[in-house]
Structure formats: C-alpha cells, structure tokens
C-alpha cells in the first residue's frame, strides 16, 4: 500500500509539472502582434485595405492597425504619437509603416527610446533616403529613378507627344522624387515628348484634399486643349489619381501610371468599376473590367500601370517578411533574399511570371544596402 501511494504521489507531482514543462519550453515570440500603420482611406484606400487584409489572415490578435492623419504636414506630433504609441504595446515585435511620410524619422527616434527590439520596415517614404536608412530596418520603395526612364518609354509607346507632371513644392523637396522629375524631362527631350512642369495644389495645404482634386479635374482638359489628347498625365500625390484618371477617361489623353503603380490606385472609383464582393481584391477581375470600360469609350490602350499593386505588396509582404523574423525563420533584420521570397510570393497572386527587380539605392557611391528600389511590369489596359 505504501508503495502504491508513492506511485500515486510520483504520478501526480509529473502531472503537476507538465504544464510548467510546456510553459518553459514555449517560445518567446508566441505572443507576438505586429503594428501597421497606414493613410487614411481619404489618402490611399489601398494602403489601408491591405493592413486590413493582413489583419484578416494573421488574426486581430495579431495585428494592431493606426492611421496617420490627413493633414499629417501639420500635425508631426500627432504622427509621432500615434506610431510610438503602436510601439509601446510590448507584444508588438514588428513595425509595417507605409507610407513613411515626413514625421517618421522622428517616431523611429523615439519608438527606439524604450524599444531598440523592433524590426521596422518602412515602405514608400517622404523623408531623406539617408535619414530614414538610418533609422528604419528595411526601405522599401518604388524605383523612381527608373521610373524616370520607364514612364517617358511607356507613354511614348501608348503615342505621347507631351508629358504633363503635377506636383508641388513639398513633393519636390524629396530627393528621389525631384531627381525623377529631371529625368522625366530629360527622357522626355530625348524621345521627343514636350514636357510640361505643372503645379497643383498640397492636398496637405489649406485647400485640403478636394481643393486639389478640383483643381486636377479643372486643368487637364484647359492641358488637353493646349496640347491634344496625345498628351500624358502623370501627378506624384496619390490623392490626385481617382480625379487625374476620371479627367483623361473623360478627355481621352493617356495616363501611363499611378504614382504608386498598380490597378487599384484611383481606377475602380475613377472609372466606377462594381466589383462583386467575390472578386474584392481581385486584381485580374479588375483588370478585365478596366479594359472593357476602356474598350467602351475607344480608350484600349490610352491608360496603364503595373499588375502588381506596389504599396499593398510594400504592407503585405513587408508582413509577411515579419512574422518570419519574429518567428525565426529569418534571422537578421535585413535579409534581401528572404524579402524576395515575400515579394514572389505575393506576386504570384497576380501572375507566375511576374518580374520585380530589386536594387539598392546609391547615392553618389554611397549605397545603402537596406534601401530597396522596387521596379515591375508595365500591363496595359
């Protein structure tokens, strides 16, 4: 009987000690979130819809969700704010900011304060190269400086005779998009296309963001007037793009590209495309509606952009590209081919055979090997 009971007493302690056994061998990043922060759907609805995306597949537990504001020029400290407050839950290990507006540099400053463990990934930033690398764990952004060659090639093909650019003085305070601007004009020279300097007003200034749409949807036919409908529009604000796609639909000028390429980028509002709850986020349904609207008013070929949607792969696979490190898998905080992997695999939802190219940003020789330049396929519509 005495044996029996220290059997029984033996049983219950290796019962008792189980799930402390199982606690002590649980990884550290089981109870893990990641933040991301986006645009308003005012800003950039696709921005906001791929976080919301993600959230769907990781799980709400999983993700936290911040906007910054509208009018975030004006309000730094509220940008500040919102993203260090995502930073100060400790279960978040990973940060997806895009886009990376002015004010982020300094959020990164003071998330790393208290928080020097967080992988940030930052997409499509309106600050310094130099001075967002240096914060940021991983850059990402569409390669501007090629497009600066691409665009003017893309337009030329669809029969461009002259290139309009809308932008502002804030836009044009950033490095890589100025340098595309002259790029623009200098490609434009070289195949021949009139370019054309416009300024239109900051949806970040006192007009807003309707002041700026209504002056884009006044100008481009006073433009088209001027210089015919062999004329390409491109605007580097993506505020701009449902009003600027409407008037050149409307005008029947050409629009090579969005700002930030991809087929959800102003065209479904712009050209009212019903998309049955099935096929949201379908980018081969939308595609196929876009042509048959374009085919409708004899506008096959007069508007394109890139099949693969460039911020909401920045949000998604920049994702994805997280949970990896947090759970592991990828090791170092800058693993360019594990990134990859995120992209191709993203791509795929839109064609096996899609090219994404990656290359770092140089500087005048200085490269930095976390600051990736994204450039795709053209597809047109």
Not at 141 to 170: C, N, W
Not at 181 to 209: H, M, S, Y
Not at 213 to 238: H, M, R, W
Request: charged letters at 30%; aromatic letters at 8%; hydrophobic letters at 40%.
């Amino acid at each position: 009987m005495r044996i029996l009971k220290r059997i029984f007493a033996l049983t219950l302690v290796v019962c008792m000690c189980v799930p402390l056994l199982t606690s002590c061998g649980k990884k550290e990043s089981d109870d893990w979130k990641i933040g991301i922060i986006t645009g308003t759907v005012a800003q950039n609805e696709e921005e906001y819809r791929a976080a919301q995306d993600v959230k769907k597949k990781l799980g709400d537990d999983r993700v936290v969700l911040q906007t910054y504001p509208e009018k975030f020029m004006d309000e730094q400290e509220t940008v500040i704010a919102n993203i260090a407050g995502v930073a100060s839950d400790p279960q978040v290990k990973a940060l997806v900011i895009c886009q990376a507006v002015p004010g982020t540099s300094a959020a990164i400053d003071k998330v790393k304060e208290t928080r020097d463990d967080l992988l940030i990934i930052v997409g499509t930033s309106g600050e310094d190269p130099a001075m967002i690398a240096e914060r940021a764990d991983v850059c990402l952004q569409t390669d501007d400086l090629g497009m600066g060659y691409a665009v003017i090639e893309q337009a030329k093909k669809m029969g461009a005779e002259t290139f309009v650019h809308y932008s502002f003085p804030r836009h044009m305070s950033y490095a890589l998009l100025a340098a595309r601007r002259e790029l623009f004009r200098e490609n434009c020279e070289k195949q021949g296309l009139t370019f054309v300097d416009a300024t239109a007003p900051d949806p970040t200034g006192d007009a807003g963001i309707s002041g700026s749409q209504q002056f884009i949807l006044e100008d481009v036919p006073k433009k088209v007037a001027e210089y015919g409908e062999d004329t390409a529009f491109f605007s580097t604000n993506c505020a701009m793009q449902t009003p600027l796609i409407k008037s050149v639909y409307d005008e029947h000028a050409i629009y090579p590209q969005p700002c930030c390429p991809s087929p959800f980028h102003g065209f479904p509002s712009a050209l009212e495309v019903n998309m049955p709850e099935e096929n949201k986020g379908d980018a081969l349904y939308l595609i196929e509606e876009l042509r048959r609207i374009l085919a409708e008013n004899d506008m096959t070929g007069r508007m394109s952009t890139w099949k693969v949607p460039i911020n909401m792969m920045f949000i998604e696979a920049g994702a994805d590209y997280a949970v990896k490190w947090i759970e592991g898998d990828v090791k170092e905080k800058l693993d360019t081919e594990a990134l990859k992997k995120s992209f191709e695999d993203y791509a795929k939802r839109f064609a096996d055979d899609l090219n994404v190219k990656i290359t770092e940003y140089d500087e005048d020789g200085t490269v930095y090997d976390n600051y990736l330049l994204i450039l795709s396929d053209f597809i047109d519509l």
